[in-house]
């Protein structure tokens, strides 16, 4: 499916967002980056596409379960990798909703950086680079083919519960749970919960105990799978229908 095409602008300028706090940034054989607050990449070291397919999608029988209005809600957008791979893997009819939860966005200069290790992502990636580069503000609202994505930029421990709808899908994608712990708080597994729809799934590439325990008290049917590339495990799992 073509994207969209969206005319190149002038990139929004980060002066703009007085109140937010750009990433510092490593940068691991030239294309990985690392982030310096949390000490952790943003994706995976063996393969990120790849990563997002076996955990994100597959964890959540995705596409299968994609019918006209299905709604995935993610923490941590980060480069933007688990958007492009959901639309690569939408054939179908549309819309679907993507909305996700990012405290420290990324530049887009550092996003393109980043998605170029990814040329498979090419059909949907300057549509998403050239959105990203033109807004600013506290909500980002980008737009393609068969589907619609909202980006809440700020603390999810403010914006999840503050947000009025509910996902079919979750896509847990948070800096490890050891080196960003508030993001996998047990106050925050219960919001998930509650802005999930009946029958709702989430997947997450750990299997941390403590967060299993969190959403299986949140109200979860947690199952731990199989891992990708060196993870023995992940987690999966959906409220009742």
Do not use: C
């Not at 994207?3 to 109140?19: I, S």
């Not at 490593?26 to 990985?32: H, L, M, T």
């Not at 530049?107 to 580069?133: D, G, V, Y």
């Amino acid at each position: 499916m073509p994207a969209a095409d969206h005319p190149k602008a002038e990139p929004a300028d980060p002066n703009d967002w007085p109140d937010l706090d750009w990433p510092d940034l490593d940068w691991r054989d030239e294309a990985i980056p690392v982030s310096r607050r949390f000490d952790d990449p943003y994706f995976s070291l063996a393969g990120g596409l790849a990563e997002t397919r076996h955990v994100f999608l597959a964890g959540n029988g995705l596409p299968d379960r994609f019918r006209p209005g299905f709604h995935i809600a993610e923490l941590g957008f980060g480069t933007g990798l688990n958007l492009l791979a959901t639309l690569l893997s939408h054939q179908g009819p549309g819309p679907l909703h993507f909305t996700s939860f990012e405290a420290f966005p990324l530049p887009p200069e550092a996003m393109a950086r980043a998605l170029a290790a990814f040329p498979e992502t090419a059909p949907f990636r300057s549509a998403l680079l050239n959105q990203w580069a033109t807004q600013s503000g506290p909500t980002r609202s980008l737009s393609f083919p068969g589907l619609t994505a909202t980006i809440l930029i700020g603390d999810a421990r403010e914006t999840l519960p503050a947000w009025g709808e509910r996902a079919d899908a979750w896509f847990l994608d948070g800096f490890s749970p050891a080196k960003n712990p508030e993001l996998w708080s047990p106050d925050l597994m219960h919001q998930v919960a509650r802005h999930t729809a009946p029958g709702g799934s989430f997947a997450t590439y750990t299997a941390a105990g403590h967060v299993r325990r969190a959403l299986a008290e949140a109200g979860f049917t947690v199952t731990r799978q199989p891992g990708f590339g060196r993870k023995r495990h992940m987690s999966t799992g959906s409220l009742p229908a």
